[in-house]
């Protein structure tokens, strides 16, 4: 395993990464799972719901873990380099052009555009994360329909929107019910 390839990976997601955060996992997932075969789809998913749980932007900490799985500390380094450099370098030229046009409405359109395009990103995540979730092995049907998931996922959603609870206490929450449902 070439730290430089690992790099070159993360720096081409960081490169087409638009919308960030869930919009990436797709295609993270299908470089470090499908193509590279880095990881198994298990793997892959255990690594999102760590990313999740620890502070910083998604599609970063998800490339420090598969780069520290797969080429350690080193391999951390070169991935989440790769999937922030082009991120930095295009955040400070569209500043520049957003300060210069943020008055056109063509402009104004493009970004609602963007916004479209994101949320459909987001959407395909979300279905991967869902199937992942909610089935075993990611095999959706009958026989892999994990139902403890399912109610952990409704009960979080429920206490969620209805008392706006704390994400952390809520991730506590899921965890200690994971450990209740599945030992």
Known sequence: MSLLRLFFIFLQIGFFSIGGGYAVIPMIS????SSQHWLSAQEFTDII???QMTPGP???????FVGMRVAGIYG????TMGCI???VIIAYGIYHIFQRFSSSPIFMEILKG???????????????IVSLAFFKEGKIAIKAVQIPAILIFLLILFISRKWKANP????MLSGIM???FYL
């Open 114 to 128: 963007l916004k479209a395009g994101s949320l459909g990103l987001i959407m395909a995540a979300a279905a991967i």
């Open 76 to 79: 951390a380094l070169c991935a």
């Open 30 to 33: 299908q470089e470090v799972v």
């Open 49 to 51: 719901t760590i990313s």
């Open 58 to 64: 998604l599609a970063v900490n998800t490339s420090t």
């Open 85 to 87: 450099s082009i991120g």
């Open 178 to 180: 994971g450990i209740m």
């Open 168 to 171: 952390i206490v809520l991730m």
